[in-house]
């Protein structure tokens, strides 16, 4: 019998932590930049900020993974 997760559990798990990333990254750049609801359509400035809002929200979730991998590699005992 194989021990751990299997890749279906690991899959779902992923997706899982896509669909959150997704939802709070849309929830703070939202609020960030678009203020008011006066129109139906983002206005240029709002495209801008939520542009930059979300590249720099994957930046930092890219960035502290591979800080997280790194820390993960370096408490594995060698092989």
Do not use: H
């Not at 798990?13 to 990333?21: G, K, Q, R, V």
């Not at 849309?26 to 139906?40: S, T, Y």
């Amino acid at each position: 019998m194989p021990s751990g997760p299997s890749q279906m559990d690991m899959a779902r798990a992923e997706m899982m932590f896509f669909a959150d990333l997704f939802t709070k990254m849309n929830d703070a750049c939202f609020r960030k930049c678009v203020p008011r609801f006066n129109d139906g359509d983002l206005n240029t400035g709002e495209m801008v900020c939520v542009d930059k809002c979300v590249s720099k929200y994957m930046e930092a979730t890219n960035t502290v993974g591979e800080i997280l991998q790194k820390s993960q590699m370096m408490m594995q005992p060698p092989s």
